[in-house]
């Protein structure tokens, strides 16, 4: 996709912490403002509304909006989530104020497609991967759209061991209870950012590994593609990673295997995502 | 899918001993005719037309093939595959000779679109599944049609525990290792039909209960359905199964989690599936 075909999209991406809302300018290039996300929902929609305004966009065609789930982006309603302050709340509401049609999707999702469609899997028809962070966010793309199900993917929740550790998610030995941030650091004794010894993140990259075989298998996408703040470590989690992957992954052709690569955008994919998903809109 | 709407469409199921061409007659019974699978792929062909033309199909429209795999189904090209005589075959070849239009896939595809749009998926959006077998076949159909990723999906060769049992596919700990008719052969020193040790089957159910957790958080499917020769077993196998499933899959909702059935058209899905696939096409 090119950027010129994304001019007068906006992209809300909304986190515990910050709001981002961004466009694409009239030379390519992205512009983001950011506000600290607001504890009263209708103060936040009002701020969003505020931050396209300051962004000057001529004709303003749709906002995208990426937020923590669970949620129904069919309608548009995000429920209790831990990590934001509002209580069943629905992004209708931003649509009435400001006049603009809206578009909801969650935060993996909407990162993957930014990802998918401006970063790493740019080009790639079949994109799948995770968000590492403080859960495991997976995300699938499929011709440049985010793909659901009946409700939302969650590869992150597949289970790697059933007398594995106990998850949040009320499971026994999801990848998340393996290699999420909460998990290493319940495990270790540190978070990811403070955790050097390489044996430890032997053992999170092979269940990160046998994790990313198992997306292969049941999407067969060209690329797989992690984003998330624990990339920020690099080769401690890459170069094990990759060589229990090519030593686990042998079921397809060596040509048809999907690489396992780093995300590109880094804390933008979420911002680009929902300006993408503006454009593009939903699959169904 | 209405029976009315698949007449004049051919399925022929491919198998290791026999072939099966079937088709629905004017009154929306379906006719079979089958003979044993020839070692020759020219005569093959040829008995295919053969049999097409005994049914007295007043216009054919469409001929779907379903063939154990690996196979190419955008060329049409069947490669070397143990269960069958021939080796690089393309259905070309039938289409040239027939002067009717072939398509292809593989057979637990097309069973899994024959369960899924007239057997016990009918009237659900997403189904994915298993065919249980000497191998484990994966399918999953979605609006009707039969999902591909870059090549077909197959979740039988999930790994559910990197340190399993060693898989036909090159892996190791595969769902196939854990729960195929060979592995349990392998592993108990008799076939399924013969296997009657509860503990035995508790076993499997456990395996399989974890494949199909899996299946359900990277599809999110309406239902999950299970087809193949094993499912004649029974409670043996579906009551520890079923208890297992739900004790493992807690991340959705009640409501959201895709109950497992057994499939409805027994050992017609494959040829029933294959006269859908000459219906709909596929997806891409």
Redesign the interface.
Known sequence: MRREELIGFVGVDIGGQSTRVGIFDQRGRLKVISFPTEGNFRTECEAIVTAIKKLNVDRVRRIGVGSPGPLDWKKRLVYDTPNLPWRKVNFGLLEEMSGWSVLLDNDANVAGLGEATMGRGRGK??IAGFTLGTGIGHFQVKDGRIY????????G???L??QGPKCN????G?LEAFVSAVAIERRYGKPPHLLNDPKAWKEIA?RL??GL???A??????VLILTGGMLARGRLLFDPLRRYYEA?????PPA?R?PVLAAQLGDKAGVVGAIVLAKVGHSD
Not at 169 to 172: H, L
Not at 217 to 222: A, I, K
Request: with cysteine.
């Open positions: 028809r079949f659901h199900g009946r409700l939302d993917v969650e590869a929740h597949q289970i061991d059933p998610c009320g499971q026994r999801c092979y590994a046998q075989v198992n997306v298998v049941h999407t067969s996408p060209d686990m992954l042998k079921v397809y048809y999907p």
